[in-house]
């Protein structure tokens, strides 16, 4: 071999070398940004227990400023879906079942001190919750309060003019029409000459709160099994049991598993801050009236329950894992593949209402529709609203929390806003429009040079393009 030929060999070796470095050092850079951005799912946990309550965690006020309008623009109309207020579990038997293993154990001496205090806390939360299975609660109402008076703060020119509309629609759930009332208090406050029109039937539940279509329930019938498959994998309920069970061998066969029992308690545990909020503090006899847990009911053991009371029953480990498991189940049953389009009428009934308004030129208000987390989560991942419809492949859900978490979506009274503005009296220009998630501003999935911005004949171009996609019946082949 000639010395030139040897040199030229090197080099190869040395190129393969270099590349296979590279490779390898893209798929640390990847491993790591993974690792990072799951960690801080994990962080966020750490740091407020309470975001491992997934769908029961309790509205957060948002804090940062809204961008000002572009200029010589101003918004004339704001559309909105939102979802109840904070609320008492859906169903009594969510607290009844955890509460009869704990009776039962207390008639059998199976209980360890902790498990005694939980059952006196429980049997307090139970008395209150009587005949309250999801309304709404005060911290609830609060919430749709400020969200209201923040409406009319952030967004005057809509809700001051002389001639301000607001359309107001809601479920026929009594926790969504307090949530409506609770808003359209704020506005007629803010402006009392509003006309403000409310309505609540049967008739609008199609796209208020859409059942799903039979394509939509086969496809997560297919993807469901994940959600077991992660269960299992995830929660191990033993150090728990034994943390109230003082027989580690103690069955109690009126309920399901071990498991059942520690997500009913979980369950309860995160549902505690609608009650008391998102603070651990205890609360002072002027607060007392305004909170659902009564006095009677309230103190155990000499201490008031707070948002925190039942989370002493959980490691940090456990309340992570108990979460991983609900935000994959949401992912897969709401935001995965087709699942979004649960609200394919919810999302055009946005476009038909926006089109009858913005060609109105005079109109100032708002349509305000009120309903359920089972419609804001799908909702945002059909508009594709920032990070609210990630590709996350079935095979690899133990990095979900990596790119998607849901109580960054669907909080109790969550909300999403559209906010069209258009150019001031005697100026030319496009309809733009901004996205908000619980009031904070989202990209959308068509390009801009004025972000926040949009124009809205582009956003809708592209939203009906993609319903259309989706109601097309597909073609059938030759026989």
Known sequence: ????????????????????????????????????????????????????????????????????????????????????????????????????????????????????????????????????????????????????????????????????????????????????????????????????????????????????????????????????DYNKEYVHPERFWSLVMNDPDYRDEKIASRSTFMKRVFDIAGNMQSHFGNEADNVSDKDIRSNDIQPENGIVNGQWLDSKSLFDLFTEDEAYNLWRCKNIEWYVNYSSGISPFTQKNLLRNFLETADTIVSSKDYHGATLRFGHEVCVMPLAALLELGDCYPDVPMDSLQNLDAKWANYRIFPMASNIQLVFYRPKKGKDGDILVKALLNEREQTLPVKTDMYPYYKWSTLRTYYEHKLTSFEKPKMKGRR
Not at 35 to 58: F, P, W
Not at 105 to 124: C, F, I, P, S, V
């Open 1 to 228: 071999m000639t010395g030139e030929n040897i040199q030229i060999r090197k080099r190869n070796i040395n190129n393969k070398t270099m590349k296979k470095s590279f490779l390898f050092l893209i798929a640390v850079s990847l491993t790591l940004w993974v690792s990072a951005q799951s960690t801080k799912a994990r962080q966020e946990i750490h740091d407020n227990i309470l975001l491992s309550a997934s769908n029961y965690v309790a509205y957060v006020d948002p804090t940062l400023p809204l961008t000002p309008a572009p200029k010589g623009y101003e918004p004339f109309y704001l559309t909105h879906y939102g979802r109840h207020g904070s609320r008492w579990l859906i169903g009594e038997w969510e607290y009844q079942d955890a509460m009869g293993v704990l009776q039962r154990a207390h008639e059998n001496g199976k209980l360890t001190e902790r498990g005694e205090l939980l059952r006196m806390q429980m049997e307090a939360i139970c008395q209150s919750a009587t005949n309250r299975r999801g309304e709404l609660t005060g911290v609830g109402e609060r919430q749709h309060h400020r969200i209201g008076k923040r409406m009319t703060e952030h967004f005057p020119e809509i809700f001051k003019a002389k001639n301000t509309q607001v359309d107001a629609r809601s479920t026929v759930v009594i926790r969504c029409i307090l949530s409506m009332v609770a808003e359209c208090e704020e506005i007629s406050s803010f402006n009392p000459n509003v006309k403000i029109h409310n309505d609540v039937s049967e008739s609008l539940q199609y796209y208020l709160n859409a059942g799903w279509e039979k394509r939509i329930h086969e496809d997560n019938s297919v993807k469901w099994k994940s959600v077991f």
